[in-house]
């Protein structure tokens, strides 16, 4: 087996691109147990995801999870399957195609804008491999998590790394680093929010309930805690709110071991027995609506609401394609493009030199 990838095949009259690929976690191809099945393999067997010791999470993992998991997680993804297909998928190729109108329009002729999974389809190396095809010799990694958390931003960047290994000539790889405080991506969860209370009436209470992770990468090191809390602070902020009339938990745990806290499930169970009239929920920490927010939080959360003697349960969607979320992912795209882009006006100077470029190479060809 050979060690590197093989190249594509180079051409003259090929200009220099330059990729954007927008990554997020990933979907099973269909709502199955034998499609999530593989799906769940690849996710559960990343140790970034689970740090148990390799030989110990592998009996467990084989010998347990896939056996009982597939069939009820299928049937959760069947509860919120669109004609399009998993909504993360629809939502992120809807987010690239419209980052992708806005930059080409900008930069015309010097960028290509995709998308991928981190898990499943359409896979990184895949991707990457189509943009260096096109002959995009510089890169930018969009990980679609504003907060970083080594299971997530961290993992996306190790298998970009982990393709690049294999790749004879790498092209430039830049990566948008997280945003959780970032002025234009708070106004846009503000206004998500405000648009919502427009249509539906405001709540008595705000819940900002992010993704979990396992209370020991904190201790280790991880920042996620931290900026899930100061995204949940800066959101407050900009609706006005006092600490009495928001709270920020974690949803999402999974296994027996101590995750951050507070629990969203809990706090929604303790907000119910309060019989408070709406209840308003948004998850800041997803970009895009998914199976931990239109399943667990959407359907799961009203449940659980409702039955413990809350009256309207009001759940807030994510950013999705939102106007001014998608003016500010475009924003920071552009912001790493910085001095590896040409404006406009230099097109024609650029083709002259392409041009120029290639009638050399013709002729060093005719005197071989």
């Given at each position: 087996m050979a060690?590197?990838?093989?190249?594509?095949?180079?051409?003259?009259?090929?200009?220099?691109?330059?990729?954007?690929?927008?990554?997020?976690?990933?979907?099973?191809?269909?709502?199955?147990?034998?499609?999530?099945?593989?799906?769940?393999?690849?996710?559960?067997?990343?140790?970034?995801?689970?740090?148990?010791?390799?030989?110990?999470?592998?009996?467990?993992?084989?010998?347990?999870?896939?056996?009982?998991?597939?069939?009820?997680?299928?049937?959760?993804?069947?509860?919120?399957?669109?004609?399009?297909?998993?909504?993360?998928?629809?939502?992120?190729?809807?987010?690239?195609?419209?980052?992708?109108?806005?930059?080409?329009?900008?930069?015309?002729?010097?960028?290509?804008?995709?998308?991928?999974?981190?898990?499943?389809?359409?896979?990184?190396?895949s991707k990457i491999a189509q943009l260096k095809a096109a002959n995009c010799q510089k890169i930018i990694i969009v990980p679609l998590y504003p907060q970083y958390a080594a299971s997530t931003t961290g993992s996306v960047n190790d298998e970009v790394y982990r393709v690049l290994q294999k790749t004879r000539f790498q092209p430039a790889i830049r990566t948008v680093a997280p945003y959780f405080d970032n002025p234009v991506y708070i106004a846009a969860l503000a206004q998500q929010v405000r648009s919502n209370w427009q249509i539906n009436g405001r709540g008595e209470h705000l819940l900002m309930s992010f993704h979990g992770v396992p209370r020991y990468t904190l201790d280790k090191g991880d920042p996620y805690h931290c900026h899930a809390l100061k995204t949940g602070r800066l959101l407050a902020e900009a609706l006005q709110l006092t600490p009495e009339q928001y709270t920020i938990a974690f949803q999402s745990r999974f296994g027996k071991a101590e995750w951050l806290k507070p629990y969203t499930s809990q706090i929604i169970a303790q907000l119910g027995k309060k019989q408070i009239a709406q209840l308003d929920v948004i998850c800041p920490g997803f970009v895009a609506d998914c199976l931990e927010t239109l399943e667990e939080i959407a359907i799961e959360g009203k449940h659980d609401f409702t039955q413990a003697?809350?009256?309207?349960?009001?759940?807030?969607?994510?950013?999705?394609?939102?106007?001014?979320?998608?003016?500010a992912l475009t924003g920071l795209i552009e912001a790493e493009l910085t001095g590896w882009l040409t404006n406009g006006k230099a097109d024609k100077r650029n083709n002259t030199e392409l041009n120029q470029t290639l009638n050399q190479a013709k002729a060093l060809e005719a005197t071989k």
């Open positions: 060690r590197y990838l093989a190249e594509p095949p180079f051409a003259h009259q090929n200009p220099a691109k330059i990729g954007v690929l927008l990554v997020n976690l990933g979907t099973p191809e269909a709502p199955t147990a034998q499609a999530v099945r593989p799906y769940l393999r690849q996710f559960l067997s990343d140790p970034r995801v689970v740090e148990i010791p390799r030989p110990i999470w592998w009996l467990i993992l084989n010998g347990i999870i896939l056996t009982v998991r597939p069939k009820k997680s299928a049937e959760k993804y069947a509860s919120i399957w669109t004609k399009e297909g998993s909504p993360l998928k629809v939502w992120t190729e809807k987010q690239a195609k419209l980052v992708k109108g806005i930059l080409g329009e900008a930069y015309p002729s010097q960028l290509l804008v995709d998308y991928a999974m981190r898990y499943g389809n359409p896979s990184i190396a003697g809350g009256k309207k349960y009001n759940f807030i969607p994510c950013l999705n394609d939102h106007p001014q979320w998608i003016s």
